[in-house]
């Protein structure tokens, strides 16, 4: 607690508690929200930094959240594998790549991104009810049921999910936002997975390309400087993310990617201001 203050360490702790609720809830793991307000409270902050820290959170929030959906019986592990594996090596390349660009210029990109997906998200139209597929010619099968029996049944390209993945690795881990905030629409748009089995499905991805991606800036030494401000931010993201699992189940699947299209516009046009003014 002498590292930051009673107050800086309670600030810390409610900030992690609202990322783990509202990550958790779309799927995204928490480090949409919580790396643009980082990059807010600590404008002067190496990129690198700061990226340590949200990794390290996203890989605790997701780590936490899937233990909520793993008892909900709502992660498909078998395509889940697959994308973590095939996202690894990207994200220990995207963790590396923390340190070539300026300040300003990562501002730009990561505010850039961010609001392209918002628009991409809020044109795009969403299906609550899980669709029925055939086995397909070329396509990967799923069926799941969930602890409230309510059955999912989706078809996807395999091949076409591992390559995005592997893209989503490096993007992910150089924003330092896990990758839930774009595995989750991709999945859900380019793969045509049910909204709540992407969610659930992604946070278990998460925790495998997000502990990668920390345990490289680890070993870069980047991460020790972020200690204490990791472990308040941990320690409310461990408590939020089972509530936003929970809320989950009360609310439609295309009520969540709204709510996530508007998330990713303010803060995505946020920092793309701060990064031209910088």
Same mark, same amino acid.
């Given at each position: 607690?002498?590292?930051? !203050?009673?107050? *800086?360490?309670?600030? $810390?702790?409610?900030?992690?508690?609202? @990322?783990?609720?509202?990550?958790?809830?779309?799927?995204?793991?928490? !480090?949409?929200?919580? /790396? +643009?307000?980082?990059?807010?409270?600590? *404008?002067?902050?190496? +990129?690198?930094?700061?990226?340590?820290?949200?990794?390290?959170?996203?890989?605790?929030?997701?780590?936490?959240?899937?233990?909520?959906?793993?008892?909900?019986?709502?992660?498909?592990?078998?395509?889940?594998?697959?994308?973590?594996?095939?996202?690894?090596?990207?994200?220990?390349?995207?963790?590396?790549?923390?340190?070539?660009?300026?300040?300003?210029?990562?501002? @730009?990109?990561?505010?850039?991104? $961010? @609001?392209?997906?918002?628009? $991409?998200?809020?044109?795009?139209?969403?299906?609550?009810?899980?669709?029925?597929?055939?086995?397909?010619?070329?396509?990967?099968?799923?069926?799941?049921?969930?602890?409230? !029996?309510?059955?999912?049944?989706?078809?996807?390209? /395999?091949?076409? !999910?591992?390559?995005?993945?592997? $893209?989503?690795?490096?993007?992910?881990?150089?924003?330092?936002?896990?990758?839930?905030?774009?595995?989750? +629409?991709?999945?859900?748009? &380019?793969?045509?997975?049910? %909204?709540?089995?992407?969610? &659930?499905?992604?946070?278990?991805?998460?925790?495998? /390309? &997000?502990?990668?991606?920390?345990?490289?800036?680890?070993?870069?030494?980047?991460?020790?400087?972020? %200690?204490?401000?990791?472990?308040?931010?941990?320690?409310?993201?461990?408590?939020?993310?089972?509530?936003?699992?929970?809320?989950?189940?009360? /609310?439609?699947?295309?009520?969540?990617?709204?709510?996530? &299209?508007?998330?990713?516009?303010?803060?995505?046009?946020?920092?793309?201001?701060?990064?031209? @003014?910088?």
């Amino acid at each position: 607690m002498n590292a930051l !203050g009673l107050l *800086p360490a309670l600030g $810390f702790l409610g900030l992690g508690l609202l @990322t783990g609720a509202f990550g958790t809830l779309i799927g995204a793991g928490g !480090g949409f929200v919580l /790396m +643009p307000v980082l990059l807010l409270i600590f *404008p002067h902050e190496d +990129p690198a930094l700061l990226t340590s820290i949200s990794l390290a959170v996203v890989f605790v929030n997701a780590a936490s959240g899937t233990q909520a959906y793993a008892a909900m019986h709502r992660v498909d592990y078998k395509s889940g594998v697959a994308f973590a594996l095939a996202g690894i090596p990207g994200a220990v390349l995207g963790a590396l790549s923390t340190t070539i660009f300026p300040r300003a210029v990562f501002d @730009t990109i990561f505010g850039a991104i $961010f @609001t392209c997906g918002a628009v $991409f998200i809020a044109l795009g139209r969403i299906e609550d009810r899980p669709k029925a597929f055939s086995k397909s010619h070329g396509l990967t099968w799923r069926r799941l049921v969930d602890s409230e !029996g309510q059955a999912y049944e989706y078809a996807f390209s /395999m091949p076409l !999910g591992v390559t995005l993945a592997a $893209f989503i690795g490096v993007l992910s881990s150089f924003l330092g936002i896990g990758g839930g905030i774009i595995h989750v +629409p991709v999945m859900v748009y &380019a793969l045509g997975f049910p %909204v709540h089995v992407a969610t &659930a499905t992604s946070h278990f991805v998460l925790a495998v /390309m &997000a502990l990668a991606g920390t345990i490289t800036h680890i070993a870069s030494g980047e991460f020790t400087a972020g %200690v204490h401000r990791t472990l308040y931010l941990s320690l409310g993201v461990l408590a939020g993310a089972q509530i936003g699992a929970h809320l989950s189940n009360h /609310m439609r699947g295309r009520v969540i990617m709204r709510g996530l &299209a508007l998330a990713l516009a303010l803060l995505g046009l946020r920092i793309l201001y701060l990064g031209i @003014t910088g």
